[in-house]
């Protein structure tokens, strides 16, 4: 066997799979070109970091339980042209994460807030940030679910070990008390520790009837708004974007505002 051979194994056997596929190709310019052992031996070893830096990219998308892939590149920020563009590309630098403030979306159904928290939270978890994303009548679900368990101090240890946590569509449906209340717990946990980003189609004056309960309602808002960045949309759906209902309808306006 020769030593290409034996070498070829042994970057199979080491799993160096990236360098075993290019190898050939370092070897044939090396020859040609008298390039020096070490440069091809850094381009093989790059190439290997690549690919691998790479796939875990697209695991840790996979493991985040996006309902869509969608990014900042692929909003159209022309049609709701009032959302001001540097200040949702300044949340995509993630500075956010570091200030541990929260995000809250708030509009009506189909104007930009699911895809906006994605597009962050794709941008976190692209750079191997552990991000989960979670509809809002699931975690209640969950939270019902363990009440009965008592198992709510479990399940709120799994969310706040995520280092952003994006809740989707609070607001859709009435919310069991003892779902609130675990609701609850998890907010207080991860405030001032770690991010949320949280979708809702109801102001907050509206969310005592979300949750059933005034006093927790104020409760989660509280601790969500003191370190926030809350982005109001009032806009057309993107759902009817192409066709023609809205025509005589003005145009959308949104308002940021920083807690």
């Known amino acids: 066997m020769t030593s290409f051979n034996i070498l070829r194994n042994n970057l199979e056997e080491l799993s160096l799979s990236k360098m075993l596929e290019v190898l050939p190709n370092v070897m044939d310019n090396s020859a040609k070109n008298n390039i020096p052992l070490t440069d091809s031996l850094l381009e093989l070893t790059n190439a290997e970091i690549e690919f691998r830096a790479e796939r875990a990219k697209k695991i840790n998308i996979m493991t985040s339980h996006f309902p869509y892939i969608k990014t900042f590149k692929d909003f159209d920020f022309s049609y709701q042209p009032s959302i001001k563009r540097e200040q949702i590309a ?5 500075r956010f994460i570091e200030t541990k403030t929260n995000i809250v979306f708030v509009g009506t159904s189909g104007v930009g807030k699911t895809h906006l928290a994605t597009a962050i939270g794709i941008e976190a978890a692209s750079q191997r940030i552990s991000t989960y994303f979670i509809n809002f009548a699931k975690l209640m679900e969950k939270f019902k679910q363990a009440a009965k368990e008592n198992r709510v101090e479990q399940v709120v240890k799994h969310y706040l070990k995520y280092t952003v946590l994006i809740i989707d569509e609070i607001g859709y449906l009435p919310v069991d008390k003892a779902a609130a209340y675990g609701f609850f717990q998890l907010i207080a946990a991860r405030y001032e520790f770690r991010p949320t980003i949280l979708t809702t189609n109801q102001a907050f004056s509206k969310w005592g009837d979300v949750f059933g309960d005034a006093v927790i309602a104020n409760a989660i808002i ?33 308002q940021i505002s920083s807690y």
């Open 90 to 94: 300044d949340l995509m630098t993630l």
């Open 222 to 254: 509280d601790r969500l708004v003191h370190h926030c960045e809350i982005i109001k949309i009032a806009g057309r759906s993107y759902r009817v974007k192409d066709r023609k209902i809205f025509e005589d309808e003005p145009e959308s306006t949104t």
